[in-house]
């Protein structure tokens, strides 16, 4: 079982936030990967791209006589598995995982609640709208950056 | 398992066959079904894609995977699964219902949508698939006025899928 990289998309189909963990036999006590590097790469509007498609048929196959609304919570493409998670203000919170993981949605949900809220909603000096391009464009915040890669360091499925 | 609707595509990302077996999902009308086919085209060749770019030294893509495949085959004699969707989209889990996805060698297509969180459900797909590629293989291929990648009208095949998932 093994993470693979984390993503954020805001509501106006950017990538605010990619995390990509590399895992090498050398680096066992190290964290490797990049950070914020693929944000505008193929691979982010890819992936954004199968979301929003997915959410799409989700909504559409749902029984019309449900009142609540069908979520997508992750699909596999290939040996990857992509858990997902979105906010009501429609924060997209993507995690890539090996086919082996079980759902995600509770680590989705503690990165927005006790993460994303702590240090980017509630950090002043962070825009309300992120910008399409520019320094409020992306997540800089190394304390948000710092916490995120300690939590899911610590979950049993990052690396095994 | 209860499965609610497939759907068979052809190469092109065509509708060909589409069956209602169980309600429990959104009524939708035929050329909804034609435009969630071709969604789920476009959105199985943007995964084969995106999953090569996430591809790294751990993860063998798509030739790698292929020719492991035809290894075993080679080696043991014996026939593997015979599902060749190997880096596409395979499977969507939702709230309300999971959709799985069959690719064939030739390029075809078959979708199973399905009730969500059933145990042991690659398993049981995979069994259910088979055995729908099989009726494709006997009721429709073997239909001398069958055109093909052409909607299937076949009546014996009809009653032999529901006869299929009645069961399972």
Redesign the interface.
């Known amino acids: 079982m093994t993470i693979?990289?984390f993503f954020i998309f805001d509501r106006h189909c950017n990538c605010i936030y990619n995390r990509e963990y590399?895992?090498?036999a050398s680096s066992n006590d190290t964290l490797s990967g990049q950070i914020n590097k693929s944000n505008d790469?193929?691979?982010s509007k890819?992936?954004f791209?199968?979301l929003y498609?997915?959410k799409?048929?989700?909504n559409?196959?749902?029984?019309?006589e449900?009142t609540?609304m069908?979520?997508?919570?992750?699909?596999?493409?290939?040996?990857?598995k992509v858990h997902f998670w979105e906010s009501l203000s429609r924060f997209k919170f993507v995690i890539?995982t090996n086919g082996e993981v079980s759902?995600l949605s509770d680590v989705l949900f503690e990165l927005y609640s006790n993460y994303f809220i702590k240090y980017v909603v509630k950090n002043g000096l962070m825009p309300v709208e992120f910008t399409a391009e520019g320094e409020y464009s992306k997540i800089n915040n190394g304390k948000f950056i710092e916490e995120t890669d300690n939590y899911l360091q610590s979950l049993s499925i990052f690396r095994s | 398992m209860k499965v609610y609707s497939i759907l068979i595509l052809n190469k092109a990302g065509g509708l060909i066959y589409q069956n209602e077996l169980v309600p429990g999902l959104s009524k939708l009308s035929a050329n909804d079904y034609l435009v969630l086919a071709g969604t789920l085209h476009g959105v199985h060749a943007i995964g084969s894609k995106l999953s090569s770019t996430i591809n790294n030294n751990n993860n063998p893509n798509g030739e790698e995977l292929n020719a492991a495949h035809n290894a075993i085959i080679l080696s043991s004699g014996k026939a593997g699964s015979a599902n060749s969707n190997r880096t596409g989209l395979q499977k969507i889990e939702t709230d309300m219902f999971n959709l799985y996805i069959f690719q064939t060698v030739s390029g075809l297509k078959f979708i199973m949508i399905t009730a969500p969180n059933v145990a042991n459900s690659e398993t049981v797909t995979d069994e259910l698939f088979r055995h729908l590629y099989i009726l494709y293989s006997d009721y429709v291929m073997k239909d001398p006025f069958y055109s093909l990648d052409m909607p299937i009208k076949s009546s014996l095949f009809d009653g032999r899928v529901k006869q299929l998932f009645a069961q399972s």
Request: a negative charge; glycine letters at 6%; zero cysteines.
């Open positions: 693979y990289s590399t895992h090498t790469s193929n691979s890819l992936l791209g199968i498609s997915l799409t048929i989700s559409k196959l749902a029984n019309d449900e609540e069908n979520e997508l919570k992750s699909f596999t493409i290939g040996s990857f890539v759902q």
